[in-house]
């Protein structure tokens, strides 16, 4: 079945620093990914998506791209702010009728003053 | 604020108790699923409603069964709870009709089973 490998937590960086989250991904045919994030005591936001290969979601200063060819969808930034601590969430929908989402285990991002 | 509302926020049952969890879609919506999120795990999916009609299911057991309404707005209800069914549980809102399949979640259901 589909499936969704995130790199592990937790993830602590000082502001303005650089960001990477690693996201791979298992599945038939040509899913969607998202990045999802959720904030302290909320539910998921959805942060960014990509439909297709090469497609790049952008969002807040964050980006991921579709690559097909090794089955990723990492998500960067340039730089972070204290405001970007939450739990972070690769997910990836299948195509047809039944779009439920399947999500990675999250990893938790703190980025100190 | 995405326009999908949960209720009761937190709540707190015995082992053995049913419960009943609701869930009103994002206006336009004809989709809603339901997951849950155990305490540092990501969501799983339980199932998900179409036009009043369950239209796919997750690894779950029977004892966790939905509804959905004519306004598509949505019940989740757990039978013989236990404690493992403690978690976050999540209602997400979509549109199949439409080509942007985009899920708006709401912010949950808190549920403690003791």
């Known amino acids: 079945g589909d499936s969704v490998t995130q790199m592990e937590g937790p993830v602590t960086l000082s502001e303005e620093a650089f960001l990477t989250i690693n996201c791979t991904y298992t599945?038939?045919?040509?899913?969607?990914l998202f990045w999802y994030v959720q904030y302290p005591g909320e539910g998921l936001q959805l942060l960014l998506k990509?439909?297709?290969?090469?497609d790049k979601g952008s969002n807040k200063g964050f980006e991921a791209t579709y690559r097909k060819e090794t089955t990723s969808f990492h998500l960067e930034k340039g730089s972070v702010q204290v405001s970007d601590s939450a739990v972070y969430f690769c997910?990836?929908?299948?195509?047809?009728?039944?779009?439920?989402?399947?999500f990675g285990k999250g990893i938790t991002l703190s980025v100190r003053p | 604020e995405t326009g999908v509302t949960q209720s009761p926020t937190h709540l707190i049952k015995t082992r053995g108790q049913q419960v009943t969890l609701r869930c009103s879609s994002q206006?336009?919506?004809?989709?809603v699923s339901w997951y849950q999120q155990a305490l540092g795990q990501g969501p799983q999916f339980i199932f998900q409603?179409?036009?009043?009609?369950?239209?796919g299911r997750g690894n779950f057991p029977p004892r966790f069964s939905g509804l959905q309404f004519p306004n598509y707005s949505s019940e989740l209800n757990v039978n013989a709870l236990e404690l493992d069914d403690s978690a976050l549980y999540l209602c997400?809102?979509?549109?199949?009709?439409?080509?942007?399949?985009?899920?708006?979640f709401g912010q949950g259901t808190r549920l403690t089973v003791v």
């Open positions: 206006s336009g919506h004809n989709t």
């Open positions: 409603y179409y036009r009043e009609e369950e239209n």
């Open positions: 990509a439909t297709k290969a090469d």
């Open positions: 997910a990836l929908s299948g195509a047809g009728a039944n779009s439920k989402l399947t």
């Open positions: 997400a809102s979509s549109s199949l009709s439409r080509s942007d399949t985009e899920a708006f």
């Open positions: 599945a038939t045919g040509y899913p969607s």
